[in-house]
């Protein structure tokens, strides 16, 4: 549904505003993106850009390091010790790379991802 109501949007840009939009805002799990690209609404010497919310980008890194850490809970690492528990990979902590995370995209959006 998603993705269909970004494609009619895209498409009657021209018509309506007499626009063509040259990037694409989304969440990082859905799939307008995808058919705006495939159905390739304008003419082909445009090409729609992908951003990501940062948002959604910090909301993701907690859930696979969440996701990790649930993988994880009864190995034992290198050190002797599970992933979870006291000094370890607790909700506390991950909250805590979420937020940094997320100011590190803020703080650099002029920079490439190698250069941060």
């Known amino acids: ?6 494609i009619r949007m895209f498409q009657r840009s021209v018509s309506m505003r007499n626009v063509r939009y040259a990037k ?5 799990d859905s799939k307008g993106f995808l058919k705006i690209s495939e159905s ?6 445009l090409v729609v850009e992908k951003l ?3 948002g959604d980008v910090q909301k993701r890194m907690g859930t696979k390091l969440r996701n990790l850490r649930n993988k994880l809970k009864s190995t034992k690492l ?12 607790t909700d506390a ?11 590190a995209i803020r703080r650099n959006t002029s920079k ?3 250069e941060m």
């Open 52 to 54: 990501d919310c940062i």
């Open 1 to 6: 549904m998603e993705s269909e109501g970004a």
């Open 78 to 89: 290198s050190d002797g010790k599970k992933i979870s528990g006291r000094g370890r990979l």
């Open 24 to 28: 694409y805002l989304g969440d990082g």
């Open 40 to 45: 390739k609404v304008y003419e082909k010497e």
């Open 112 to 114: 490439s991802v190698d």
């Open 93 to 103: 902590q991950i909250l805590l790379i979420q937020k940094y995370y997320g100011l």
